[in-house]
Structures are given as structure tokens and as C-alpha cells.
Nanobody, 121 residues
């Protein structure tokens, strides 16, 4: 009933920038918190950044000062601006959202399928 679709991943050199987008669509009544997580090969999925419906943000220490999360509530979209990228940022990046469904009024947690970010020279 709800889909999250990420875009914007790719290959970038160290020190470069990328901007990820994640658009939610479907039977949406309200979107609460949204966030980005990442999973590198052989590692567990980890939090990158989150943003509340009111715009309060939270970042992993490893990305503070380099990444910025934002959202456009009118477009049901969350963004992740990534600057000063490092090889250690290489991972599949996943979008997450807590959404109350219009059809059932239940709140459920949704994940996108992920987008690959590779930082390499």
C-alpha cells in the first residue's frame, strides 16, 4: 500500500558529494519520522540520520558536519545531502519512514529497497 523509492546513489570520488532522495507514495495519511540508514558489506545496518515531522534532526557521529537530512512534507520526500564523502561511507543506503495509512489508520514502518553509494578513486 505504500512504497518508498530511493534515488541519487552512484560512484563518487573521495571528497565529492551526492544527494539522495526518497519519495513515499500510496495510501498515506501522515508521515511521522523519516530517516536514512546504511549497510556496508559484512556489517550491520546502521543509522545515518533521522528527521521528525517537525524538522528536528539526529545524526550519527560519523557523519555530523558532512551530511544533512531534510524533508519536503508536501512531496512526501526525504533527502540526504552528503558532502566530503569518504571511502568509509560506501554502503547501500536505505530510506525509512513511519507512516499512518489512509486506508486502515494504522501506523506502520516502511523501508525502501536501497541505493548503492560507492566512494572510490
Amino acid at each position: 500500500q505504500v512504497q518508498l523509492v530511493e534515488s541519487g546513489g552512484g560512484l563518487v570520488q573521495p571528497g565529492g558529494s551526492l544527494k539522495l532522495s526518497c519519495a513515499a507514495s500510496g495510501s498515506i495519511f501522515t508521515i511521522y519520522g523519516m530517516g536514512w540508514y546504511r549497510q556496508a558489506p559484512g556489517k550491520q545496518r546502521e543509522l545515518v540520520a533521522t528527521i521528525t515531522s517537525g524538522g528536528s534532526t539526529n545524526y550519527a557521529d560519523s557523519v555530523k558536519g558532512r551530511f544533512t537530512i531534510s524533508r519536503d512534507n508536501a512531496k512526501n520526500t526525504v533527502y540526504l545531502q552528503m558532502n566530503s564523502l569518504k571511502p568509509g561511507d560506501t554502503a547501500v543506503y536505505y530510506c525509512n519512514a513511519a507512516i499512518r495509512l489512509r486506508s486502515t489508520m494504522r501506523m506502520e514502518d516502511y523501508w525502501g529497497r536501497g541505493t548503492q553509494v560507492t566512494v572510490s578513486s
